[in-house]
């Protein structure tokens, strides 16, 4: 069983640019969930996809997008990147319905923006 | 989902029980307690869930008071690897709602 993957690990970028975050969901899960975590905090929702629909946002601008593909793999989109964007990004994967709806992670990817 | 409280560090002996505690006073009927850990700079992993009953895996074994308004995580013989950070979160089960981490506990096992 292939676990959730993240691509690429690391990532510089400069004020203002865009970015794109990929994300492969453990195999059969159709749900993706996306987290910003910045140096010494838990983790904060960003949005979930479910069926290549946005299923629940959290306190993110709309600078944050996002994407979920048919076979559920999914991207996080940051655009007018700003210092304060300087994160971890973590995706999870889980079955909404199903069991106890754990989520599953990837590694994240981290960004720093200069 | 109700709000959790933890200590935001402890140690434990290196083959000793390492004993998490958590506070969910405002917990909902309807609401599960969930522990996920989180190694340096990996995403976070999940532990264990539970309602009311006492719940064991693998990995550890989660004690909920009668009340439901605490818990604890239990690493019945923790190891180097399991130092990480804690976090305990309290959510509805099977709702596709995401995540609310807290600020966590750090272990630190100890050699």
């Known amino acids: 069983e292939t676990g959730v993957t993240q691509s690429p690990t690391h990532l510089i970028k400069t004020r203002g640019q865009q970015v794109t975050l990929r994300c492969s969901s453990q195999s059969g899960h159709n749900t993706v969930s996306w987290y910003q975590q910045a140096l010494g905090q838990g983790p904060q929702f960003i949005f979930q996809?479910?069926?290549?629909?946005?299923?629940g946002r959290g306190n993110f601008p709309p600078r944050f997008s996002g994407l979920q593909f048919p076979n559920y793999s999914s991207e996080l989109n940051v655009n007018a990147l700003e210092l304060d964007d300087s994160a971890l990004y973590l995706c999870?994967?889980?079955?909404?319905?199903?069991?106890?709806?754990?989520?599953?992670f990837g590694p994240g990817t981290r960004l720093t923006v200069t | 989902d109700a709000k959790t409280t933890q200590p935001p560090s402890m140690d434990c002996a290196e083959g000793r029980a390492a004993n998490l505690p958590c506070n969910h006073s405002t917990i909902s009927g309807n609401e599960y307690v969930y522990w996920y850990r989180q190694i340096h700079s990996q995403g976070p992993q999940y532990i264990i869930h539970?309602?009311?009953n006492n719940e064991t895996n693998e990995m550890a074994s989660l004690i909920i008071t009668e009340d439901r308004k605490s818990s604890t995580l239990i690493l019945p013989h923790a190891t180097l690897r399991d130092t990480a950070v804690y976090y305990c979160?309290?959510?509805?089960?099977?709702?596709?709602?995401?995540?609310?981490f807290g600020s966590g506990t750090q272990l630190t096992v100890l050699p």
């Open positions: 979160i309290v959510r509805v089960l099977g709702s596709a709602r995401q995540l609310t």
């Open positions: 996809y479910y069926r290549e629909e946005e299923n």
């Open positions: 539970g309602l009311k």
């Open positions: 999870a994967s889980s079955l909404p319905l199903a069991g106890g709806n754990e989520q599953y």
